[in-house]
């Protein structure tokens, strides 16, 4: 049986990561009732709405720790928000990969929406410089990144400033030059961590579309996965096949 890669969907804020990951666990629901022996994969929802959402964190020794503090200087609220987002992440993560084992809920991989590096891209942008080191030392930050680099990482590209909506409870970036720099930063730290990860284009912007892109390199990954277990350490992937006209890559492999 081939192996089921984890999917992580990450990128900036308003770049289409909570639709993909729902159209995918929609398409694996049906897929694996037809056409692989495997159970469906859980679903890990956006971690940091829910810690920003938890009053008992946000209200942290009357710190007001909410996105508020990324807007004005608060490294230490910083901070702690963003250990709590990666411990969230990290107990997420383990718990469903726990209840797959003794089958109390779906399969043994799963669909993240987001990911530990998020937490590490929002320090960095917000927090005092280095201060991201903090989360890179914490074994909440290097389990999960092994994993990152067995599944397969989709980063949503910023695409369309219209998509930029304020739901009252993310950091919303200021304006395309704020929207595009934590992109960017987004590509530095998986670059930095050694992480191979795939762009979803932002000519793709139908759900249909998507899903289906974001399938097909799963599909891949598996293979790669698989050959790369055989011993064949010299596999490559071919961008080039990945890809409908228009499609983009960046230099990294799947």
């Keep these: 049986m081939l192996p ?3 999917i992580y969907v990450i990128g900036s804020q308003c770049t289409g990561k909570t639709t993909l990951v729902n159209g995918l666990a929609e398409y694996f629901d049906k897929y694996s009732l037809s056409e692989r022996p495997a159970r469906a994969p859980g679903v890990i929802q956006e971690v940091a709405r829910d810690v920003l959402q938890d009053e008992s964190r946000t209200s942290y020794m009357n710190w007001n720790v909410t996105r508020d503090a990324f807007r ?3 490294p230490m609220q ?30 043994n991989w799963f669909i993240s929406d987001r990911s530990a590096v998020d937490p590490v891209v929002y320090m960095r942008l917000y927090g005092e410089k280095g201060m991201e080191k903090t989360l890179l030392m914490r074994d909440e930050w ?4 092994q994993r990152m680099a067995e599944s397969l990482v989709i980063v949503c590209e910023a695409a369309d400033p219209s998509w930029l909506v304020d739901d009252g409870v993310r950091l919303m970036p200021l304006d395309q030059e704020e929207w595009d720099k ?12 050694g992480l191979r ?3 979803m284009p932002k000519e793709f912007k139908t759900t249909e579309e998507r899903v289906a892109y974001a399938a097909q390199l799963w ?25 409908s006209e228009g499609a983009r890559n960046v230099s990294v492999l799947l």
């Design 219 to 243: 599909e891949l990954k598996r293979r790669l996965l698989a050959k790369s277990r055989d011993g064949a350490k010299d596999a490559k992937m071919s961008g080039s096949s990945l890809s």
């Design 4 to 6: 089921t890669p984890n």
């Design 142 to 145: 290097k389990i999960p990144r």
């Design 78 to 107: 910083v901070e702690a928000l963003q250990i709590w987002i990666l411990a969230q992440q990290y107990r997420t993560e383990e718990a469903m990969l726990a209840d797959a084992a003794d089958g109390s809920s779906n399969g």
């Design 72 to 74: 004005v200087y608060k």
């Design 197 to 199: 990860y795939h762009v």
């Design 182 to 193: 934590t992109q960017a930063e987004f590509y530095q730290v998986l670059k930095e961590s």
